[in-house]
């Protein structure tokens, strides 16, 4: 009933009731994840979920603030409060915390002028906003970059948002689905994949500063991109860049033409089985065709969320010997041999 001297309140602290085995969920608040799309968080606070920790989202004119959704002095979620006079306003006792998270305003204070204290503040999270998207980092010392999507930094290019997905699984399930080309035929017969299933080349992983990368040619069911090309089926050309531990990026290029176009793809993971999908997609003709674009991605999403959730065990085996691979796995198996070696994730917590 009582809470102990030792209470957790800080945003680098285990949560209570932690999905995560404690040695992951250590590591992985070291990694830039993404809470939110900036476009959501307007006038209201927002809340989020990062690693089992609730976080309240707002938006100052100094832009989007991350904090622990606990109001320092009563613990009431600053989420359910307002944002008024570009401070976060708790809906309990009225404390206004500023963008920074410094208590600007004690309403029942009797000397409003009295000068308050600079611990009465929130407890504050790392965040950046970047691609339209709303990153955090728990401990606040980020050990690793975030994406870097070079088409994407071009200020000409248009970014459609496809709307966010909660799936019940891992991230890292969702970003091995993602990089997976094998069950294109079978899952993806509805839209791009060829249901005609054919071998696929054995492909190299080559490491890169931020993660993987590789190529892959497809013959794609049907055709899809708007470059004039007229043809029952397409070849392209797809190459991923996977950056730890959640985003990936795939480029699409139809061999046939210039067009080119991208699907960046990076997952908060909320628990240790429930993911958030974050997606953009574009490509490089002047007027991408948004509305097309995001359908068909949703459609997609559709098609691979069931299959997804159903895998077993809900955990990445991150030793390689507890499930069968096969050639096209070159990338699974490099991903996660890269989340033990370089990461140190999967491994009992040192005692
Ligand atoms: S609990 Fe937030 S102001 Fe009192
Ligand atoms: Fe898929």
């Not at 680098?12 to 999905?19: A, E, G, K, W, Y």
């Not at 409003?112 to 009465?120: D, E, G, L, S, V």
């Not at 993602?178 to 249901?195: I, K, M, Q, R, S």
């Not at 470059?227 to 699409?252: H, K, M, N, Q």
Request: contains cysteine; proline residues 8%.
């Amino acid at each position: 009933m009582f809470q102990s001297v030792n209470h957790s309140k800080f945003a680098s602290d285990l949560p209570r009731n932690c999905t995560f085995d404690e040695n992951d969920w250590r590591i992985l608040c070291n990694f830039w994840h993404p809470i939110a799309y900036a476009h959501e968080i307007q006038d209201e606070p927002e809340k989020a979920r990062l690693l089992d920790v609730d976080l309240v989202v707002y938006r100052t004119s100094q832009g989007v603030s991350v904090a622990r959704d606990i109001c320092p002095h009563r613990g009431t979620r600053l989420s359910a409060g307002w944002v008024r006079d570009d401070n976060l306003v708790c809906p309990m006792h009225g404390l206004c915390f500023d963008h920074s998270g410094q208590c600007t305003k004690i309403p029942s204070m009797p000397h409003q002028n009295a000068k308050i204290p600079p611990k009465m503040r929130l407890y504050s999270v790392l965040s950046e906003e970047r691609y339209g998207i709303v990153w955090a980092c728990l401990s606040g010392e980020p050990n690793w970059t975030l994406p870097t999507w070079e088409m994407l930094d071009d200020p000409s290019i248009k970014l459609n948002f496809i709307p966010s997905g909660t799936w019940m699984a891992a991230a890292s399930r969702h970003v091995e689905n993602f990089n997976d080309l094998a069950h294109f035929p079978f899952v993806h017969g509805g839209t791009f994949g060829n249901e005609t299933p054919a071998p696929l080349p054995l492909y190299k992983v080559h490491e890169t500063d931020y993660g993987l990368t590789f190529d892959m040619p497809y013959l794609e069911g049907g055709n899809r991109f708007p470059d004039g090309v007229e043809a029952d089926d397409r070849e392209v050309v797809y190459t991923y860049e996977l950056t730890f531990p959640f985003s990936t990026a795939i480029y699409i290029r139809p061999v046939d033409s210039d067009y080119v176009q991208i699907i960046a793809d990076t997952v908060c993971p909320v628990s240790a089985h429930e993911s958030k999908l974050f997606q953009i997609i574009t490509d490089n003709t002047e007027e991408p065709n948004a509305e097309y674009l995001v359908k068909e991605s949703s459609q997609i999403n559709e098609e691979d969320k069931p299959l997804v959730e159903g895998q077993h065990p809900e955990d990445l085996p991150l030793d390689l010997t507890e499930e069968m691979h096969i050639p096209a796995d070159r990338i699974s198996m490099d991903y996660r041999r890269a989340l033990v070696k370089k990461f140190g994730l999967g491994a009992p917590i040192a005692s």
